[in-house]
């Protein structure tokens, strides 16, 4: 998991802090949102470094991003003939993140200690 956070800050952080700090132009707000998210996301995988399991929601966040957009935004456009998805880099970059984060998340661990603590009503815990 340490692996994955530092791969997810070193291959995000710089560009998307730079192109934040410095754009160039002004960013149009809906463009924004998703920088902001990927800059925001991988400042966080630093902490993830030191703390994975503490940091493992940002793990779920992110795979949770992947699937849905591979589903619902990068799979639609190759039925549509709108991209080739063997030669798309980003359809690429999210089904290979897919693939990675659904291997490395440590899923016994999520539905004994965060889902099954979340559900457990009687521990007290809110």
Known sequence: MRALFFVTF??????????LMAPGELIDGDVGIGDAYLT???TLALLGVRFPQTMLPL????????LLWVGF????????????PMEDDLFMAMAIGV???LVIIPWPFVFTRLFRG???????EV
Do not use: E, H, N
């Open 73 to 84: 935004v990068g799979w639609p456009l190759a039925q549509a003939g709108q991209i080739v």
């Open 59 to 66: 793990l779920l966040l992110q795979c949770l991003d992947k």
């Open 118 to 124: 979340a559900l457990d009503f009687r521990s007290g």
């Open 99 to 101: 693939v990675l984060d």
């Open 40 to 42: 925001a996301l991988s």
């Open 10 to 19: 070193l291959g995000l952080a710089p560009s998307m802090w730079g192109y």
